[in-house]
């Protein structure tokens, strides 16, 4: 098996060689993202189809790569880029989720030759790490602090993290920027980790929110990652009876949280605007594949920024542009 | 409870078998109830612990019931996890999209929940492929077709609908601020549920096609077609939640429902249905569902670390296995005294 990996890789190389060699090139690039049905990912994936636009028009292609589930991310998703690198990829796209588990094979896209762009999760650290061409995304730590600094200004001090992931670094991170932002404005911070069993399920996440402002009944701070885990932030907090009181920042927003957002049940939402770290990510590695082409910043930052009572009316007009 | 053993005793030698495993599931949820009181504290033996964990309960057992008859009679079905989002998704298109009225939203969602049961119970019972496969296949079917067409028709995987005030008052209020009228909805399909199983006479057939479906068949009983309908029913019961779930949270997704696949069987089994089939009851099932969602729940109220909660659940199921084998070999032993 792994005789045929690098009997792969090799001839991936020779291909990328070969096409790197010659002037007009056509790339076939591999994204690896999450699962194609997650909202976020789904946007990421649209910037990523449109960026391929252009890939296509010279003669290549975009060929996205998403689990099937989240349940054994890392290993999964290490597959997914040994995949890539066997179907002949030109250049390969990826985040760094699970640095462990995903690292070695990372390490075998750069070892065989093959562009690397590390996006969404593992940041400069990573890509350096890795051999990486440049990293393209929000910073998860710097989204977090985001959160915790803005509810902390607006003097809610005591914040707890919803986990529904433990164990995945970008979540961790996320949480230990909200709980630094907090203390960086004198604040306090705690996560509030949930058991797998929970991932996906509304209820299960809104009733363990609920239990846990009853328990803790100084919290008067939130944030959540990910749309429906927001959403169901919210309502915890709604049968609590803490609405007004405890106060919520989530990471991505849809419709229904810029609604709350107007409404004023949420006070914030950190956007690490997807769409551009899949765009971004695919047409800096088509043009380096087919014009040798490099962005000399490194370290694209996508996000954070934040969506609040003030500037959601234009994120609103964003979205309906089909822009968000 | 004492009507149901005698009714047993005369009639169907199943009765006291039924009575048994529920003991189990009683003392089962006493010894995690009490022990999560004690470290839960007032908070979590007033109302608002039991309306967390019965919201819990409520949606899960609205699933766990239909699931429970389907594992007496011998079968299993894991597309309820595809079908919950897919219901809620329907319905979030139908009213959310399309704008139509709820009425219509919420009859398509439970009839697609119908249809995916129909074709489960087709395929199980027209071909030799086992239920836990084609309920898979059936599972992974449904997730890309719901996929495929919220992506196809709205452009987006996640959709959001605004209920009326009828329709959040029936399927998404929180009574009290805190009890999900899902609650009520549960203790209307236990009563329904309690009623075919033990009391009309097609509860016996269930029962005799998990004991032994070729004798079932051979005594007269529509086995197909009682397949079939088992089949629709926990497609129904997983459509009803996840049309729930859209009317309370005001918005579908795509993915998600997967959690209630393993912890509907769960709940079942520490119910103390039998995995081959031909034995278990409702009031187990609404004991095994009970005694999920307290542990759930009271690990948060007692501040024990979430992994804990797993690790209690875990060991549940296997004790509930293990005391399930021996009430088992315990209830043929004492019926064979009487007689």
Same mark, same amino acid.
């Given at each position: 098996?792994?005789?045929?990996?690098?009997?792969?890789?090799?001839?991936?190389?020779?291909?990328?060689?070969?096409?790197?060699?010659?002037?007009?090139?056509?790339?076939?690039?591999?994204?690896?993202?999450?699962?194609?049905?997650?909202?976020?990912?789904?946007?990421?994936?649209?910037?990523?189809?449109?960026?391929?636009?252009?890939?296509?028009?010279?003669?290549?292609?975009?060929?996205?790569?998403?689990?099937?589930?989240?349940?054994?991310?890392?290993?999964?998703?290490?597959?997914?880029?040994?995949?890539?690198?066997?179907?002949?990829?030109?250049?390969?796209?990826?985040?760094?989720?699970?640095?462990?588990?995903?690292?070695?094979?990372?390490?075998?896209?750069?070892?065989?030759?093959?562009?690397?762009?590390?996006?969404?999760?593992?940041?400069?650290?990573?890509?350096?790490?890795?051999?990486?061409?440049?990293?393209?995304?929000?910073?998860?730590?710097?989204?977090?602090?985001?959160?915790?600094?803005?509810?902390?200004?607006?003097?809610?001090?005591?914040?707890?993290?919803?986990?529904?992931?433990?164990?995945?670094?970008?979540?961790?991170?996320?949480?230990?920027?909200?709980?630094?932002?907090?203390?960086?404005?004198?604040?306090?911070?705690?996560?509030?980790?949930?058991?797998?069993?929970?991932?996906?399920?509304?209820?299960?996440?809104?009733?363990?929110?609920?239990?846990?402002?009853?328990?803790?009944?100084?919290?008067?701070?939130?944030?959540?990652?990910?749309?429906?885990?927001?959403?169901?932030?919210?309502?915890?907090?709604?049968?609590?009876?803490?609405?007004?009181?405890?106060?919520?920042?989530?990471?991505?927003?849809?419709?229904?949280?810029?609604?709350?957002?107007?409404?004023?049940?949420?006070?914030?939402?950190?956007?690490?605007?997807?769409?551009?770290?899949?765009?971004?990510?695919?047409?800096?590695?088509?043009?380096?594949?087919?014009?040798?082409?490099?962005?000399?910043?490194?370290?694209?930052?996508?996000?954070?920024?934040?969506?609040?009572?003030?500037?959601?009316?234009?994120?609103?007009?964003?979205?309906?542009?089909?822009?968000? | 409870?004492?009507?149901?053993?005698?009714?047993?005793?005369?009639?169907?030698?199943?009765?006291?078998?039924?009575?048994?495993?529920?003991?189990?599931?009683?003392?089962?949820?006493?010894?995690?109830?009490?022990?999560?009181?004690?470290?839960?504290?007032?908070?979590?033996?007033?109302?608002?612990?039991?309306?967390?964990?019965?919201?819990?309960?409520?949606?899960?057992?609205?699933?766990?019931?239909?699931?429970?008859?389907?594992?007496?009679?011998?079968?299993?079905?894991?597309?309820?996890?595809?079908?919950?989002?897919?219901?809620? /998704? @329907?319905? +979030? &298109? #139908?009213?959310?999209?399309?704008?139509?009225?709820?009425? $219509?939203? !919420?009859?398509?969602? *439970? =009839?697609?929940?119908?249809?995916?049961?129909?074709?489960?119970?087709?395929?199980?019972?027209?071909?030799?492929?086992?239920?836990?496969?084609?309920?898979?296949?059936?599972?992974?079917?449904?997730?890309?077709?719901?996929?495929?067409?919220?992506?196809?028709?709205?452009?987006?995987?996640?959709?959001?609908?605004?209920?009326?005030? /009828? @329709?959040? +008052? &029936? #399927?998404?209020?929180?009574?009290?601020?805190?009890?999900? $009228?899902? !609650?009520?909805?549960? *203790? =209307?399909?236990?009563?329904?549920?309690?009623?075919?199983?033990?009391?009309?006479?097609?509860?016996?057939?269930?029962?005799?096609?998990?004991?032994?479906?070729?004798?079932?068949?051979?005594?007269?009983?529509?086995?197909?077609?009682?397949?079939?309908?088992?089949?629709?029913?926990?497609?129904?019961?997983?459509?009803?939640?996840?049309?729930?779930?859209?009317?309370?949270?005001?918005?579908?997704?795509?993915?998600?429902?997967?959690?209630?696949?393993?912890?509907?069987?769960?709940?079942?089994?520490?119910?103390?249905?039998?995995?081959?089939?031909?034995?278990?009851?409702?009031?187990?099932?609404?004991?095994?569902?009970?005694?999920?969602?307290?542990?759930?729940?009271?690990?948060?109220?007692?501040?024990?670390?979430?992994?804990?909660?797993?690790?209690?659940?875990?060991?549940?199921?296997?004790?509930?296995?293990?005391?399930?084998?021996?009430?088992?070999?315990?209830?043929?032993?004492?019926?064979?005294?009487?007689?």
């Amino acid at each position: 098996m792994s005789k045929f990996t690098r009997l792969a890789a090799t001839a991936a190389t020779a291909i990328a060689v070969a096409c790197t060699a010659s002037a007009v090139m056509a790339a076939d690039i591999y994204v690896i993202g999450g699962k194609p049905d997650d909202p976020f990912w789904s946007r990421v994936k649209k910037g990523a189809e449109d960026a391929g636009i252009v890939a296509q028009a010279q003669g290549g292609s975009v060929t996205w790569l998403g689990p099937q589930n989240y349940d054994n991310l890392g290993p999964d998703a290490a597959e997914l880029i040994r995949q890539a690198i066997d179907q002949g990829a030109d250049a390969i796209v990826g985040p760094d989720w699970v640095p462990e588990a995903m690292d070695p094979a990372f390490k075998a896209v750069t070892d065989a030759g093959i562009p690397l762009v590390i996006y969404n999760a593992g940041g400069l650290e990573a890509a350096d790490k890795l051999g990486a061409m440049n990293y393209v995304g929000a910073v998860d730590y710097k989204s977090g602090y985001a959160g915790g600094e803005y509810l902390a200004k607006a003097g809610h001090k005591n914040g707890a993290c919803v986990n529904t992931l433990p164990g995945a670094a970008n979540i961790e991170a996320f949480c230990n920027g909200f709980n630094d932002g907090l203390k960086a404005e004198g604040g306090t911070g705690s996560t509030l980790q949930l058991p797998a069993t929970a991932f996906g399920d509304a209820t299960a996440v809104a009733q363990a929110v609920r239990a846990h402002l009853l328990k803790n009944p100084d919290i008067d701070a939130m944030f959540a990652i990910g749309d429906g885990d927001t959403n169901a932030t919210v309502s915890g907090i709604q049968q609590a009876g803490k609405t007004g009181s405890v106060h919520v920042c989530g990471m991505n927003f849809n419709d229904s949280i810029l609604a709350n957002i107007k409404a004023g049940s949420q006070d914030c939402a950190i956007d690490q605007q997807g769409y551009q770290q899949g765009f971004f990510a695919v047409s800096i590695l088509n043009n380096y594949v087919n014009y040798g082409v490099t962005i000399p910043t490194r370290e694209v930052l996508t996000g954070p920024g934040v969506i609040d009572a003030k500037n959601v009316d234009q994120v609103i007009e964003g979205v309906k542009a089909g822009a968000r | 409870m004492s009507m149901q053993s005698e009714a047993g005793a005369n009639s169907f030698s199943l009765g006291s078998l039924i009575r048994r495993p529920e003991t189990g599931s009683f003392l089962g949820f006493i010894v995690v109830y009490l022990f999560f009181a004690i470290l839960g504290g007032a908070v979590f033996v007033g109302a608002p612990g039991w309306s967390s964990w019965l919201n819990i309960a409520a949606e899960v057992g609205i699933i766990a019931l239909p699931i429970g008859l389907l594992m007496i009679a011998g079968e299993f079905d894991l597309s309820v996890g595809a079908v919950v989002p897919a219901a809620s /998704v @329907t319905t +979030a &298109l #139908l009213c959310g999209h399309f704008e139509l009225p709820a009425l $219509v939203g !919420i009859l398509g969602g *439970l =009839g697609l929940g119908l249809l995916v049961g129909l074709a489960n119970g087709l395929l199980v019972t027209r071909t030799a492929i086992p239920s836990l496969i084609v309920t898979i296949g059936v599972m992974f079917a449904v997730m890309g077709l719901t996929l495929g067409f919220a992506v196809l028709i709205t452009g987006s995987t996640s959709l959001s609908y605004v209920p009326g005030p /009828v @329709t959040k +008052a &029936l #399927l998404g209020t929180f009574i009290g601020g805190m009890f999900n $009228v899902s !609650i009520f909805w549960w *203790l =209307g399909f236990i009563a329904v549920y309690f009623y075919f199983l033990h009391i009309s006479p097609t509860g016996n057939w269930v029962f005799a096609l998990g004991g032994d479906a070729e004798s079932a068949r051979n005594a007269g009983v529509p086995t197909a077609k009682l397949k079939i309908s088992l089949f629709m029913m926990s497609g129904f019961g997983a459509a009803f939640v996840g049309i729930a779930q859209l009317m309370t949270y005001q918005s579908a997704q795509v993915a998600g429902g997967q959690p209630f696949i393993f912890n509907s069987i769960m709940c079942v089994v520490i119910g103390g249905v039998l995995l081959t089939g031909g034995a278990g009851s409702i009031v187990g099932i609404v004991l095994g569902t009970m005694t999920f969602a307290v542990v759930n729940q009271g690990i948060f109220f007692a501040s024990l670390d979430p992994n804990i909660g797993s690790i209690i659940i875990g060991a549940l199921l296997l004790a509930a296995v293990l005391s399930n084998d021996t009430f088992r070999t315990l209830a043929t032993t004492y019926a064979s005294k009487k007689k």
